[in-house]
């Protein structure tokens, strides 16, 4: 049962990602330097909605000293990538932010060990949709400083997930 649940919020939280990062990419087609940015900003809200939703006392000590290392993170991120955003003259589209919150209804419903397992599948959903959007844009990459930035960051990415997979397991 929790093997399903996992897989329903990935593949929900998934489509969520999509949307909230302005549009749909559209075939193989490379996202430009704006969307990557867009998507990453929405990614950042989603990590700044999982610290709002562990601050609602839901969850134990590590999910709400993990979210609010993931804020850091995210802040950090989005304060390099507002450099390169300002550098590119280009304005993110963030006008679909009401979806980035549907892949917290889950873990918002849940309590206790439930919400603890929905805050794992959430993160793990959200960060392989940024890690797909960083490998999508670097195959055509229109920007060299956000492809810099791309090629930073996916290492780190990639370490996150598999933490969050392997404490999702021990769960």
């Known amino acids: 049962m929790r093997v399903l649940l996992a897989i329903a919020l990935i593949l929900f939280s998934a489509a969520a990602f999509a949307d909230s990062s302005g549009e749909r990419m559209q ?32 969850g134990n000590a590590e999910v709400k000293n993990l979210a609010a290392l993931r804020a850091e993170e995210a802040a950090r991120r989005d304060k390099a990538l507002k450099q390169i955003q300002e550098a590119i003259g280009t304005e993110p589209r963030l ?28 993160q793990i959903a959200e960060y392989e949709s940024a890690i797909a959007l960083f490998e999508s844009y670097l195959k055509a990459p229109d920007n060299t400083a956000l492809a810099s930035f791309a090629r930073e960051q996916l290492p780190m990415l990639r370490s996150q997930v598999r933490d969050d997979a392997r404490a999702m397991s021990d769960k």
């Open 95 to 122: 006008s679909k932010a009401a979806s980035v919150g549907t892949s917290l209804a889950e873990a918002d419903s849940a309590d206790g060990p439930a919400y603890v397992r929905s805050f794992y599948a959430a």
């Open 27 to 58: 075939g193989d087609r490379a996202p430009t330097a704006t969307e990557l940015i867009s998507g990453l900003y929405a990614f950042s809200r989603f990590q700044q909605g999982l610290l709002e939703s562990t601050d609602l006392n839901k």
